[in-house]
C-alpha cells in the first residue's frame, strides 16, 4: 500500500517540509554516498543510534571502532537511511502527508514538531529493546509523527493509495483515518511479533512511538486559525464561523 | 470655499445644532472643506452639503454636515444641493455613499430628522443598519446608503479570501455625539511564536470591563466580514448582530457592526 498524494489543499508554501527532504537527501548523498561505497556502513555506524550505548549499556556497539554520537544521534540518526528505498518511501510519506500537517501549524512549530517526534521515536525503540546492539537509523519515526499528527486534524482527507494486486497496481481513494489506521495497526502488530527478537530490521516500536507522539503533540503545537484555510480538517463538516449570528438569540433585538 | 468661509458655514449648521456645529468647525479647519459644496443666495450662505471618501475602502463615502439655515427651509434649496453633490460624487467615482441619521424625538414626540430622512429616501437612500439605543437610551442610529453605480446584471458574487491578521485591542472610547456608547480601538500587530491571531473572548471581557468602569452602557464594534476569526469570540462575550453595510470595504467585502449592552437589556 503505496500512499501517491491526497485531496488535501496545501494553503502555505511547506519551507519546513522541503527543507526537511533537502537535508535527508543531503546526508544521504554526501554523508552516506547514496549507499554505495566504503563510507555508506560507516556513516551507519556513526551517525546511527545505537538503544545500548544510550542506555549505558554497551562500550561498543557493533561497528567495530566507532563509539557514535551519543545522546545526539538520537538527532542525527533521523537523517541517516539504511537504503534507496528506504529513503525514497520515507521522503515520499513526508511529501504527502508534511505540507499539510506544517499547514497547520506554520514552519517553526512544525520543525519543532517533527524533532520532537523523531525524539519520541528514539525513546520507543530504545525503550522496546535498551540492550540492542545495531545501529537505528531513519527519518520513520519522526514521520510516524507526522503521520500521527495528520490522522487527527485531518481524518476525512481521502488519499489516493497504490496497492499491488497480482501484478497490477491498482489505485485507490481512501479516508486518511482508513490507511493511517490500518498504518498504525501493523506496525503494532509487527512490533508486538518483533519483541525479544535479536536481528534488525524495521524498528516498529519506533513507528509507533513517533505515531503517538504526533499524535498528541498535535494538539499542543496546532493553530486552529490556520486550519480555517483547510476544508477538510476535523471530522465533521466545517461550517462558516460567520453561521453563529444566524441564531436570533446573537441578533440585537 | 475658503477658511474664511468656516464661520459662514458654521452658522448655518448652528441654526440647528450646536454640537454638530462644533464638530463641523474642527472638521473644516483640520481637514479642509474637500468635497463639500454650499449653497449661495445673494452672497449669503444658506446651505451646505458634501461627503468624504473613506480611504481603505475602494469607493465608499459618507454624507456629512448637510444643513439649510433654518429660515430657508422648505425653499428646495437642500434637495438641489444635495442633488449636486450626488452627481460630483458620481463624477468623482465614489461608488456607494452611507448617511448617519438619528431617530431623535423631540419633547412633543417629532422626529426633528423626519425632513432629512425623507430628502435621503426621495434619492434613492435605504435604510442599512438600525443601531438601537447608539446615541442615547432611545435614539437610535439607522445608516443610509445608496448605491451609485448600479450592479452589473448577472454579477456574481465572487468569495473573498478570508484574511487573518492579529488583532488586538487598544483602548476603549466613547464614540462622538453619543451619550454612554463605547468603541474599542483595535491594531494589527505582528504574531509572534505562540501567539493566537485572533483576539479572545477574555480580551473582549477585558474591554468590556473598561467600559463598564467608565459608566458606559453600551459596546459598539464593526468589523471587516473576511475576517473569520472574529465569530466566535464576538458570540462567546455576548455580542449580538446588529447588521452590515454591504461592499462597504469593496465588492464581497462588508462592513460587520456588533453590539453589547451592559445595562442587560
Known sequence: MIPIRDDNPQ???????YGLIGCNAFAWMVLQSGGFGE??????CKFGLVPAQIMGNAAETTCDGFTGFGLLSVLSSM???????HILGNMLFLWIFGGNVEDAMGPLRFLVFYIVCGTGAAVAQIWSDPNSLIPMVGASGAIGGVMGGYLMIYPRVKVHILVPIFIIFWTFRVPAWAMLGYWIALQVIEGVVSLGSTGGGVAFWAHVGGFLVGATLIFVLKDDELLFDHPFHGWSDNVDPAS???DPNNRQK | MSKSDVEDVVDVIESHDEDDADDARNDFLNNGFGTHWVAEIEGEITAISGYRQVPETYGSGWVSWTYVLENHCGKGIGKRLFKFVLEEAIEAGAQKLFIKVSNYTDEFGNNIYQTATSMY???GFECEIVSKDFYDVGEDQ????????????GEIEVEKEKEKPAIRFADVYEIAETDGAYSFSWEVIDKSFFQKRSFSVDDLYVGLQAVKERGGRIVFLTFLSNLPLIHSPLASAG???VGQLEDYYEPGVHELHFVHRLDGK
Not at chain 2, 142 to 153: A, E, F, Q, V
Open chain 1, 11 to 17: 494553503v502555505s508554501v511547506p519551507w519546513t517540509t
Open chain 1, 39 to 44: 563510507s555508506f556502513e560507516p556513516s551507519i
Open chain 1, 79 to 85: 537523517f541517516m537511511h539504511g537504503g534507496w528505498m
Open chain 1, 244 to 246: 453563529v449570528w444566524e
Open chain 2, 121 to 123: 429616501e426621495s434619492f
Open chain 2, 142 to 153: 439607522l445608516i443610509y446608503s445608496k448605491n451609485l453605480l448600479p450592479k452589473l446584471d
Open chain 2, 239 to 241: 455580542f449580538k448582530f
